[in-house]
């Protein structure tokens, strides 16, 4: 479609569906699908595993030197998360896990940490990233930058079914208990909160199925390109 390399952001918050559209929309164009909570959910791995207190930010800092954290993709796409060597893709999903990975990731030197890997899988391939900061912080000249939510609840009960799906059903007011914490910490934080960047196009997925909204990413990408172009 576009020949020189481009980026695209999708912020939101979770459970809005980013992840598997930015998944089949990375598929669609054959660019690279970067998922940021992974890498976050990695940390958070870590430190839970460890014992840590996630809101202790000296003490998680402290083992910052010892986290290696990378990224392998398989044949199929799949981004697999390696910490320390280990391939901790399933483990981070761990419901959990969601809670430490958005704890740690309020901690300013978690994001440093992070910020250059995530940056410098931009500058290797056109890629499409999905997190909470990428629009404002990470890629702040993507070429194309969409904000992707839906209201609570629906996002949980998409959560819900996920969990379901996977073999680890979980009460909707829990999901959903959970989903409003999470938003309430990832907007609220000092560094690096989640919040629509000035120029992002809003998106909300709350009345549209899998593929409607996808061929409105689609539409909406095409045409930020077209006009980049
Ligand atoms: O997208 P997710 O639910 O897998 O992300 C897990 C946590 O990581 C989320 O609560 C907030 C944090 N996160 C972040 O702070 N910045 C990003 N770019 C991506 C995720």
């Known amino acids: 479609m576009i020949d020189k390399k481009y ?35 990695t940390i958070g791995y870590y430190v839970w595993k460890h014992g ?15 986290i290696q954290v990378d990224m392998r993709y398989s044949d199929d796409g799949l981004q697999h998360m390696m910490l320390c060597g280990e391939d901790v893709t399933t483990q981070i999903r761990l419901p959990q896990i969601s809670m430490y990975a958005s704890a740690v990731s309020a901690i300013p030197t978690v994001r440093a940490f992070l910020l250059d890997m995530q940056r410098d899988m931009a500058r290797r ?68 909160p989640l919040r629509q960047a000035d120029d992002a196009v809003l998106v909300d997925n709350g009345t549209t ?5 996808k061929q409105l990413l689609l539409r909406v990408i095409k045409e930020a390109l077209a006009v980049e172009k």
């Not at 609840?153 to 409003?180: H, N, S, W, Y």
């Not at 199925?209 to 909204?213: A, I, K, Q």
Request: charged letters at 30%.
């Open 125 to 192: 391939h056109s890629v499409i990233m999905d997190g909470r900061d990428i629009g404002t912080v990470v890629l702040p000249h993507a070429d194309v930058k969409i904000f992707l939510t839906a209201s609570a609840e629906i996002r949980a009960a998409r959560r819900m079914k996920e969990l379901e799906q996977r073999g680890t059903p979980c009460p909707f007011e829990e999901v959903l208990r959970d989903i409003q914490q999470r938003d309430w910490a990832d907007s609220h934080r000092e560094t690096a």
């Open 7 to 41: 980026s695209i952001a999708i912020d939101g918050p979770s459970g809005a569906g980013k992840s598997t559209l930015a998944k089949a929309v990375a598929a669609d164009l054959g660019i690279v699908y970067v998922d940021t909570g992974a890498i976050y959910r």
């Open 52 to 66: 840590i207190d996630p809101k202790d930010a000296e003490a998680v800092t402290a083992v910052l030197p010892y």
């Open 209 to 213: 199925n899998f593929d409607e909204s």
